[in-house]
T-cell receptor, first 115, second 116 residues
Framework: DGGITQSPKYLFRKEGQNVTLSCEQN?????MYWYRQDPGQGLRLIYY???????QKGDIAEGYSVSREKKESFPLTVTSAQKNPTAFYLC??????????????FGQGTRLTVV | AQKITQTQPGMFVQEKEAVTLDCTYDTSDPSYGLFWYKQPSSGEMIFLIYQGSYDQQNATEGRYSLNFQKARKSANLVISASQLGDSAMYFCAMREIRGANSKLTFGKGITLSVRP
C-alpha cells in the first residue's frame, strides 16, 4: 500500500545532541513538508521541498536542517541550535504536478522529547 | 501577518446538531486552494474537504460542507448532524504556489467537543 512513513514514533534526545527524523513516501509525490506541532500553536512549517536537491525554509526553519537526495525521502535534522525542540513533528507530501486540489498526505508523526 | 486565522476557542456542540468552524485567510494570489483537516487524539491528520479559489460552488463531502466567501476571505467548515466521533482538532490550511514550489500553511486549529 502507498503511504508516508515517519520513524521513529517516539524519540528521546539529550540536550546538545543532533537527531534526525525519518520521512519516506512511496506515493511518487513531488512535494514534501515538515511541520512542528505544539499545543495551541497549530502546525508550523519548518521546511518544504518540491524537487530533489532543492528545498525552501518555512516559517520556523532556525535550528533545523533537511536534505532531499531522493524523491521519496525527506529527513529532518533537529540540531543542538534548536532551543526548544520538544514537540510533535509531522511530515506530509503532495502530488504537486500543477493541480491545486490534491490533498496532502501525512505520516503518523514523531514525538520528540529532550531529556 | 498570519496566513490562516482560526480564532474560536474550544467549540462544543450537541450530538446530531450542526456546527460551524471559522477560518479566514490572507493571500494576494488569485489562485489558491483551501483545505480542512481533522486530527483526533491519536494524532493522525485526516483530509476532509477542499475548496479552490476559482470554484463557483461551495464544496461538499458527505456531512461536511464549506461556506466559501471569497470577498471576505473566509472558508468556514460546516459539520451537519454531529457525531461523537467528530470530537477532534480541526485545521484549516491554504496552498499557494511560490515559483516552482507549493507552500501549504495551516492555522492554529479549533478543538471541537461533541456532547451526547
Amino acid at each position: 500500500d502507498g503511504g508516508i512513513t515517519q520513524s521513529p514514533k517516539y524519540l528521546f534526545r539529550k540536550e546538545g545532541q543532533n537527531v534526525t527524523l525519518s520521512c519516506e513516501q512511496n506515493l511518487n509525490h513531488d512535494a514534501m513538508y515538515w511541520y512542528r506541532q505544539d499545543p495551541g500553536q497549530g502546525l508550523r512549517l519548518i521546511y518544504y521541498s518540491q524537487i530533489v536537491n532543492d528545498f525552501q525554509k518555512g516559517d520556523i526553519a532556525e535550528g533545523y536542517s533537511v536534505s532531499r537526495e531522493k524523491k521519496e525521502s525527506f529527513p529532518l535534522t533537529v540540531t543542538s541550535a534548536q532551543k526548544n525542540p520538544t514537540a510533535f513533528y509531522l511530515c506530509a507530501s503532495i502530488l504537486a504536478t500543477g493541480q491545486m486540489n490534491t490533498e496532502a498526505f501525512f505520516g503518523q508523526g514523531t514525538r520528540l522529547t529532550v531529556v | 501577518a498570519q496566513k490562516i486565522t482560526q480564532t474560536q476557542p474550544g467549540m462544543f456542540v450537541q450530538e446530531k446538531e450542526a456546527v460551524t468552524l471559522d477560518c479566514t485567510y490572507d493571500t494576494s494570489d488569485p489562485s489558491y486552494g483551501l483545505f480542512w483537516y481533522k486530527q483526533p487524539s491519536s494524532g493522525e491528520m485526516i483530509f476532509l474537504i477542499y475548496q479552490g479559489s476559482y470554484d463557483q460552488q461551495n464544496a461538499t463531502e458527505g456531512r461536511y460542507s464549506l461556506n466559501f466567501q471569497k470577498a471576505r476571505k473566509s472558508a468556514n467548515l460546516v459539520i451537519s448532524a454531529s457525531q461523537l466521533g467528530d470530537s477532534a482538532m480541526y485545521f484549516c490550511a491554504m496552498r499557494e504556489i511560490r515559483g516552482a514550489n507549493s507552500k501549504l500553511t495551516f492555522g492554529k486549529g479549533i478543538t471541537l467537543s461533541v456532547r451526547p
